[in-house]
């Protein structure tokens, strides 16, 4: 084999390895272009369903509270033992990490 012909078929090998490569990384762009979508609608999803999830409780220890007449430490804490029965923090364990106290709470 000539000097000229394999230069030739050396030089059709990396151009056939360079379009091997080039094709994966543009299916690789493809593939990983609607992750960051996706990701970000489901933690908007999750927030969206933690806000619900928080003002349905505070409704509840609301409607506990004003029209039930429980002072806010005696609403909480037998939500608190219910919660506990069931291995769960309570209310008053979430509202503490969030920086918040219910006035004159034991907590």
Known sequence: ????????????????AQ???RKERAD???????LPVAVLTA???RDAAVRDTERRAGE?????TDDEG???????????ADLRDLGTPGPR???????????????
């Not at 690789?28 to 609607?34: F, N, P, S, T």
């Not at 429980?70 to 608190?80: E, G, I, L, N, Y």
């Open 60 to 64: 509840a220890l609301r409607t506990m």
């Open 70 to 80: 429980q002072r806010p430490p005696s609403a909480s804490t037998s939500v608190d």
């Open 43 to 45: 933690l908007g999803e």
């Open 28 to 34: 690789r762009e493809r593939r990983l272009e609607g």
């Open 19 to 21: 379009a091997v490569l």
């Open 1 to 16: 084999m000539s000097q000229q012909s394999v230069r030739q078929a050396a030089r059709r090998s990396a151009l056939v």
């Open 93 to 107: 364990a979430h509202l503490r990490r969030r920086g918040l106290h219910f006035h004159g709470s034991a907590a």
